[in-house]
């Protein structure tokens, strides 16, 4: 089988997220080339330890079917000076790994917000939107017009597009004018068995950032619940970074900072409920946290703020909370009633059909239809592509 390059929004070596958690259910069932984010070598060792390999277009192998390519980038490499060459030094390390992996690339899988399509090869390309990078400037380190031209250039080399939220694809069609597939975030299998001896724990899993809904997690906190938070600290602002020293040091409030995976799962498997307390903003509006599957996969109930993508979600143990008091008694609530037979079967159901093997199925069968011939000029042809729902059924768009 032929190999996928999978360019990602990420490092390898971060907490593992959308990017990561696909590209191995890719490599599950076929050869797949990783590509890092842009790295500065002055600021990270291994990828100035790789770089002169990486610009032979040499990667490094993870496992039998996963390699990594790391692309070195200079100092201010996300400055106006320090773009072009990057993006220069971005192509050819991609373009020589291409030339160098011994045969065709069945496809190319681009999830970054700024590294465009190689120019070698000629598999299929897949623009995959994991998230608003329009909305995501202060978040992502770009000047929101760089992020835009890139989408636009991205999107006019790309022969299908998808998005990970049904809204996401809706704003993206419009701004392309081309049809936008909806192919969400998915989990990992869900856990074998039931853990009977849960703590009453009210637990969190994911970076911690503006992205999050701060007074609901101080009023959890305000009322006493015992908070278990795993992740690291990504918060830029002053305020953000204030308040979130107050909340992780209170008593009540365990905060373990980044973990294995197998750590997390263990952490999962020992709490009773799960929150996905994000901000109502435009860019959360067009996500889907895969912290809310993540839990259901580990038999947690969950509790969320209203946003699109749970409202996606169909599962009784899922609740919705539509205001900061609500969430608290909902999670009271969670607390103090396990969920039933019923109910972790749904949950199990839930997450086996939403697994990541389930969509980097659907990945693999959009990167193996027939593609109309590519014309760089005109990009509005319509493509029929099958893309995967929330529930794991497939759909013509």
């Known amino acids: 089988m032929d190999p996928i390059m999978y360019i990602s929004g990420g490092q390898w070596d971060g907490m593992p997220g959308t990017d990561r958690l696909l590209a191995e259910s890719l490599a599950v069932t076929g050869p797949v080339l990783w590509v890092d984010q842009p790295a500065s070598v002055f600021r990270f060792a291994d990828v100035r330890n790789h770089a002169v390999g990486s610009l032979r277009g040499i990667p490094e192998v993870m496992t039998p079917h996963l390699s990594r390519l790391r692309l070195p980038a200079p100092p201010l490499f996300s400055s106006r000076l320090g773009r072009p060459v990057t993006e220069a030094i971005a192509r050819r390390c991609m373009d020589n790994a291409v030339k160098t992996a011994g045969g065709p690339v069945a496809a190319v899988v681009n999830a970054s917000p700024v590294v465009a399509f190689p120019g070698r090869g000629n598999g299929v390309r897949l623009l995959h939107l994991t998230d608003d990078w329009l909305a995501a400037a202060d978040l992502i380190g770009f000047p929101s017009d760089y992020l835009k031209r890139c989408l636009e250039r991205n999107i006019q080399a790309a022969d299908v597009i998808t998005a990970v939220s049904a809204g996401l694809a809706a704003k993206m069609s419009n701004v392309s004018g081309r049809p936008v597939g909806v192919l969400p975030n998915g989990c990992r299998p869900p856990a074998p068995g039931t853990n009977e001896h849960r703590r009453p724990v009210t637990v969190l899993v994911g970076q911690l950032n503006e992205r999050l ?126 969920p039933d037979l019923g109910q972790r079967e749904e949950m199990r159901r839930v997450a086996a059909a939403n697994s990541w093997d389930v969509r980097a199925a659907g990945i693999r069968e959009l990167c193996t239809q027939p593609m109309p011939e590519r014309n760089t000029k005109v990009r509005n042809t319509k493509v029929r592509t099958t893309v995967q729902s929330v529930r794991g059924a497939s759909h013509e768009r």
């Open 213 to 338: 809904d701060l007074e609901v997690l101080e009023s959890l906190a305000d009322a006493g619940l015992s908070l278990l938070i795993i992740g690291p600290r990504t918060d830029s602002n002053p305020t953000t970074r204030q308040r979130l020293d107050d909340f992780l040091g209170r008593d009540n409030v365990d905060w373990r900072g980044p973990l294995p995976p197998t750590d997390v799962q263990r952490l999962l498997q020992s709490a009773s409920v799960g929150i996905t307390p994000y901000a109502d903003t435009e860019f959360n509006r067009s996500s889907f946290p895969l912290k809310t599957l993540e839990y259901l996969s580990s038999g947690l109930p969950v509790v969320a703020t209203d946003l699109p993508s749970v409202r996606s979600l169909q599962c009784s143990a899922l609740a919705v909370a539509s205001s900061r008091e609500a969430f608290v008694d909902l999670v009271r609530a969670a607390l103090q009633r396990r």
